[in-house]
């Protein structure tokens, strides 16, 4: 492979969803925490907070809320949340609640939690990011004692591997990569994605599946709009105006 080993690494990112039963010593948990919050941060508001999950009975709550068992079965499982209570607690009249506020919430603490995801990749550890948490956004609030104008966005269960996945094959580069201007994709780029995707479907360990990539997208997008977010997140302060 070319590269360098951090780049080797990343290309090799396979999402873990079964762990050893062995706990993620305190050092590796702080060398993923410093790596996390070494990412950048808009204006350098760093509005996201981390909530490690270690009480198990917590942990099966949420795992049963958003349906995926590895909430529960993962040594580590914590919690990225968009957070500008704390900057606000600090100003005296902080005029928050506007769309840019959410989006930077939400850019900054993206941007983190795929730092943890590469920092623990790198020291052999495996994860998964949770973005089901939002299935049971009002139980997580509760259960985390979230206060407005935060949101939880993003679980990641991690620890040592019990399975690797094979490696998903991605969109093809032309697809994605445009030059100066929007350009859809050229015909027949998906058809022979979809070709790719089939037989890997078809041949990965789990989940087999019997389709490509592009078949199975407008269920997809269709089923995840969680209709009452809008509403869940106006009413904890964000996105007033
Ligand atoms: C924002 C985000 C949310 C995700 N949420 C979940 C989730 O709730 N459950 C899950 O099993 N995987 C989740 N994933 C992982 C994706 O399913 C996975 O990255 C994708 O299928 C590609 O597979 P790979 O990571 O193994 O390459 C999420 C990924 C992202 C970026």
């Given at each position: 492979?070319?590269?360098?080993?951090?780049?080797?690494?990343?290309?090799?990112?396979?999402?873990?969803?079964?762990?050893?039963?062995?706990?993620?010593?305190?050092?590796?948990i702080d060398e993923?925490?410093?790596?996390?919050q070494m990412s950048?941060?808009?204006?350098?508001?760093?509005?996201?907070?981390?909530?490690?999950?270690?009480?198990?009975?917590?942990?099966?709550?949420?795992?049963?809320?958003?349906?995926?068992?590895?909430?529960?079965?993962?040594?580590?499982?914590?919690?990225?949340?968009?957070?500008?209570?704390?900057?606000?607690?600090?100003?005296?009249?902080?005029?928050?609640?506007?769309?840019?506020?959410?989006?930077?919430?939400?850019?900054?603490?993206?941007?983190?939690?795929?730092?943890?995801?590469?920092?623990?990749?790198?020291?052999?550890?495996?994860?998964?990011f949770v973005g089901?948490?939002?299935?049971?956004?009002?139980?997580?609030?509760?259960?985390?004692?979230?206060?407005?104008?935060?949101?939880?966005?993003?679980?990641?269960?991690?620890?040592?591997?019990?399975?690797?996945?094979?490696?998903?094959?991605?969109?093809?580069?032309?697809?994605?990569?445009?030059?100066?201007?929007?350009?859809?994709?050229?015909?027949?780029?998906?058809?022979?994605?979809?070709?790719?995707?089939?037989?890997?479907?078809?041949?990965?360990?789990?989940?087999?599946?019997?389709?490509?990539?592009?078949?199975?997208?407008?269920?997809?997008?269709?089923?995840?709009?969680?209709?009452?977010?809008?509403?869940?997140?106006?009413?904890?302060?964000?996105?007033?105006?």
């Amino acid at each position: 492979m070319t590269g360098n080993a951090t780049t080797q690494k990343m290309r090799s990112h396979t999402s873990c969803r079964a762990f050893l039963d062995k706990p993620v010593p305190a050092a590796l948990i702080d060398e993923i925490l410093d790596c996390a919050q070494m990412s950048s941060s808009s204006c350098f508001l760093q509005v996201t907070s981390i909530i490690r999950v270690t009480d198990q009975t917590k942990k099966e709550a949420i795992a049963q809320g958003c349906k995926q068992p590895w909430v529960a079965l993962a040594p580590e499982f914590w919690v990225f949340c968009a957070d500008f209570h704390r900057d606000g607690l600090l100003c005296e009249k902080p005029a928050l609640g506007w769309t840019d506020h959410f989006l930077v919430g939400c850019l900054d603490t993206g941007i983190m939690v795929q730092s943890a995801m590469t920092a623990l990749e790198s020291l052999g550890l495996g994860g998964c990011f949770v973005g089901g948490i939002r299935d049971c956004g009002e139980l997580v609030t509760e259960l985390l004692a979230l206060p407005d104008n935060t949101a939880a966005l993003l679980g990641l269960a991690f620890g040592y591997p019990k399975v690797i996945n094979e490696i998903k094959p991605r969109l093809p580069r032309e697809a994605v990569f445009m030059e100066n201007e929007y350009r859809d994709p050229a015909p027949g780029v998906i058809d022979r994605y979809d070709e790719t995707m089939r037989e890997y479907y078809s041949t990965r360990t789990h989940s087999k599946k019997a389709c490509g990539w592009s078949e199975q997208l407008e269920e997809i997008i269709n089923r995840e709009k969680r209709a009452y977010l809008l509403e869940h997140l106006k009413r904890r302060g964000w996105l007033e105006k």
